[in-house]
C-alpha cells in the first residue's frame, strides 16, 4: 500500500483548499481511506472517511458542513475539499487506507499511511 497526498499550502481564514491522496499497490475498491490531522503539540484526530466501493462519506462534528470527501476511482485518488477554513483547522493532513473507516490511529497498518500534507490557516 502506498499513498501520497497532497494539496496543502497557506490560506486565509475562510478560505478553501482541495488535498489529494493518491493510492497505489493495492485495489482501492476494498478499502476505506481516511484523513487525519495533526496540530502542533496534540495528537492525530480523526477528520474523515470515504468508501471506495460505494462512496459513503463520514465526517467528524467540526468539518461537518465545511469539507466534502470524494474519490475518483479511475484514478484511485481521493479528494478532500476544505471550505470555510478555520485557524483551527491548521494541521499536517495525513491520509491512512484500511478495510473500514477506523477513527483510531491504532487501527491501522504503520504502512499504510501517506506522507502528509501542511495546512496553514491564518491572516
Known amino acids: 500500500v502506498q499513498l501520497q497526498a497532497s494539496g496543502g499550502g497557506l490560506v486565509q481564514p475562510g478560505g478553501s483548499l482541495r488535498l489529494s491522496c493518491v493510492g497505489s499497490g493495492f485495489n482501492v475498491d476494498y478499502y476505506v481511506i481516511s484523513w487525519f490531522r495533526q496540530a502542533p503539540g496534540k495528537g492525530r484526530e480523526w477528520v474523515s472517511c470515504?468508501?471506495?466501493?460505494?462512496?459513503?462519506?463520514y465526517y467528524t462534528e467540526s468539518v461537518k458542513g465545511r469539507f466534502t470527501n470524494s474519490r475518483d476511482s479511475a484514478k484511485a485518488t481521493v479528494y478532500l475539499q476544505m471550505d470555510s477554513l478555520k485557524p483551527e483547522d491548521t494541521a499536517v493532513y495525513y491520509c491512512a487506507a484500511e478495510r473500514a473507516c477506523y477513527r483510531d490511529v491504532e487501527s491501522f497498518d504503520r504502512d499504510h499511511w501517506g506522507q502528509g500534507t501542511q495546512v496553514t490557516v491564518s491572516s
Open positions: 470515504i468508501r471506495f466501493d460505494n462512496g459513503n462519506t
